[in-house]
């Protein structure tokens, strides 16, 4: 079972806005604003689209933003495009013993 | 451009002992920055192994702590892991990776497969 919890699959058609949930507890997600999500399509390694909850690596598209509430973070992706699909994993900074935890990951479809 | 590189067997025995190899490219390790280990079993989701600050200060996940030994060698520009008593739950994509402020992780290696089995 991951630390992180997630939906297994979230869904769309090309353009609509959707958005993808991740909650922890008030030792990982709710006590650091380090949340990550990353974007892993198949066959291909994980690529950081969102580090520190809402900011943005240099080349991500601005149609992907990141949240925070509480115990809860969340990824947006707003004019969803074809090349979207992907799976999406959501990690958190757990202090010094857990480190680094993970989501179980969300199996984002196109429709 | 950073890059990452992992290297080591593709097939380990039941019980034996697991080691791999990060080669970082386009960076230097003494200059910083965390590197650690992430895998994920097939059809399954990340799992963070260890990870190791540039001076040598280790972290490990609590569940696999007695396992595993991640080190560095600045000089070569590399960081290793060792996972011990394998069995066929440590069969996985091992991926290595630059973690920033230790909190996430900007580069990847392109991930190698281990299998364990006799």
């Known amino acids: 079972q991951s630390a992180l919890t997630q939906p297994p699959s979230a869904s769309g058609s090309p353009g609509q806005s959707v958005t993808i949930s991740c909650t922890g507890t008030?030792?990982?997600?709710?006590?650091?604003?380090?949340v990550s999500w990353y974007q892993q399509h198949p066959g291909k390694a994980p690529k950081l689209m969102i580090s520190?909850?809402?900011k943005r690596p240099s080349g991500v598209p601005d149609r992907f933003s990141g949240s925070k509430s509480g115990n809860t973070a969340s990824l947006t992706v707003s004019g969803l495009q074809a090349e979207d699909e992907a799976d999406y994993y959501c990690?958190?900074?757990?202090?010094?013993?857990?480190?680094?935890?993970f989501g179980g990951g969300t199996k984002l479809t196109v429709l | 451009q950073v890059q990452l590189q992992e290297s080591g067997p593709g097939l380990v025995k039941p019980s034996e002992t697991l080691s791999l190899t990060c080669a970082v490219s386009?960076?230097?390790?003494?200059?910083?920055?965390?590197w650690g280990w992430i895998r994920q079993p097939p059809g399954k989701g990340l799992e963070w192994i260890a990870s190791?600050?540039?001076?040598?200060?280790?972290y490990y996940n609590p569940s696999l702590k007695s396992r595993v030994t991640i080190s560095v060698d600045t000089s070569k520009d590399q960081f290793s892991l060792r996972l011990s008593s394998v069995t066929a739950a440590d069969t996985a994509m091992y991926y290595c990776?630059?973690?920033?402020?230790?909190?996430?992780?900007?580069?990847w290696g392109q991930g190698t497969l281990v299998t364990v089995s006799s």
């Open positions: 990776a630059r973690l920033y402020g230790g909190e996430y992780a900007d580069y």
């Open positions: 008030s030792s990982d997600v709710g006590a650091y604003n380090y």
């Open positions: 190791i600050y540039h001076s040598g200060t280790t």
């Open positions: 386009g960076y230097s390790i003494s200059s910083g920055y965390y």
């Open positions: 520190e909850v809402t």
């Open positions: 990690s958190s900074y757990a202090g010094s013993n857990n480190f680094v935890v």
